[in-house]
Every structure is written in C-alpha cells, then in structure tokens.
C-alpha cells in the first residue's frame, strides 16, 4: 500500500468542489439521484470521448443513473479548444478566457458560467488545452464525486450519493512540470 500511495496523491492540491450537500452558491451536478445531462462535440478527440462515456458510467455508479445527453436548465459541458464548438464558442463570447488554456499543455479548467448556451441557465463546464487536458479534467472530477481511480483493476466500491452539487468558482490543474507524464511500471 505504501508504494501505491504517491500514485493516489497526484491530482490531491486541487481543492475540493464536489459536495453532498447544496449551499447557496452550488450548481447541481445531481439531485435526487438524477445527473445533469452532459454536452459533448462528436467532434472532439476519441479520447477525450471515450473518457466522457467513462464520466456517465461513473454518475451512474454513483447515483444509480446515467446522464442524458443534451440540454437542461444546468447542464455539464465538456471540450477541448479547437476540437470543441461547444468550448470554441464560450471563448469567442468571453465566457472562458482564451489565455487561460490556448497554447498550453495538458491544461483543464473547471469551472461554472452562467447562460452559456441557449436552452441552458447554468453549466459546469470542464476545458482542456488540448485533448489531454480534457481527460486529465474529465477524471478529476469523477475523483471529487467518490470515483477511486482504482475503482476499474482493483474493486475499489464506489460509495452511493443521491446528491452532489459544485461550489462554484474556477479549478485547474496547470501545465506539468515535466513532459510527459504518467506511470511507468517498469521504473
């Protein structure tokens, strides 16, 4: 245990933004078992998809439903900057800052925006630099809403929540210091 213990750590100096509990300033990212529907560009990377559709299997294993696609009064919105119309279109209409993730690397942001499309009041949205980014995003937060990443190999049980809201503000991992990064086996 003690030598799985760093591989855990990696993402823990992101602050905590998945709660059970709804305070003033929350967004619903589930009530009463039922998820927010989640957007997605099928344009976007087959990564970065693929990852989404590990997000719905995730929100059901957690809530006990999957997410539908499309819109809702809040919704989640996922990209990647220039694989994305969804993210493109945020940034062309200064919803996202587009310094904060064009030209980087493996950069996301998390964050909520209020109207961000039409048919939508309020979105959590996560944005990726690129389509590494995305994911690095996307399992952030399936993490923060009880997801262990050992959940898949090792059995880890996922814990039942019929509730879970986003406090609301911006969170990001930024570029990594080395890069590339990931866990080699063999080392």
Known sequence: LLVLSPIVLVGANIDKFVYTQRLANYTPLAVDGVPVPIQVDKNDDKGVLRAVNTLRVDFENVTGNLPKEGEGRCALIIGTVGKSALIDNLIKNGKIQSATLQNKTEKYIITNIANPCDGVE??????????????????????????????????????????????????????????????????
């Open 122 to 187: 309020e979105a959590i949205v996560i944005a990726g630099s690129d389509k590494r980014g995305t994911i690095y995003g996307i399992y952030e937060l399936s993490a923060q809403m009880g997801v262990s990443p050992w959940y898949y190999w090792a059995d880890v049980p996922v814990e039942r929540k019929d509730n879970l809201y986003f406090k609301n503000g911006t969170y990001t991992e930024g570029e990594p210091a080395v890069k590339y990064r990931g866990i080699f086996l063999n080392d």
